[in-house]
Nanobody
């Protein structure tokens, strides 16, 4: 079993930045897929950014150029640097390790972008 704990969410004005972190309770170096998802009220959960163990990275079109995903295997940490935040980025953000079918999820951290 692996537990994931997200942190770093909060209220930020449009154009602002936040850095989300996800700390895993076990080693992540062997986990191929790790990603950030988000879910806004009334919408389906969507992939925001993903990074593999061989450093392949994928972003949702809506966040390309604004968000940067990274992983630190030594610290068992997945991060998401978010810049130029927009109101439409408002959502609960979830960390995932191992994929959506058989992987693990954190409880989420709320990001609210509002003036």
């Amino acid at each position: 079993q692996m537990q994931l704990a997200e942190s770093g969410g909060g209220l930020v004005q449009p154009g602002g930045s936040l850095r989300l972190s996800c700390v895993a309770s076990a080693d992540i170096w062997a986990i191929y897929f790790m990603g950030w998802y988000r879910q806004a009220p009334g919408k389906q959960r969507e992939l925001v950014a993903a990074i593999t163990s061989n450093s392949r990275i994928n972003y949702a079109d809506s966040v390309k150029g604004r968000f940067t995903v990274s992983r630190d295997n030594a610290r068992n940490t997945l991060s998401l640097q978010m810049s130029d935040l927009k109101p439409e980025d408002t959502a609960m953000y979830y960390c995932n390790s191992g994929g959506t079918q058989t992987g693990y999820w954190g409880p989420g951290t709320q990001v609210t972008v509002s003036s």
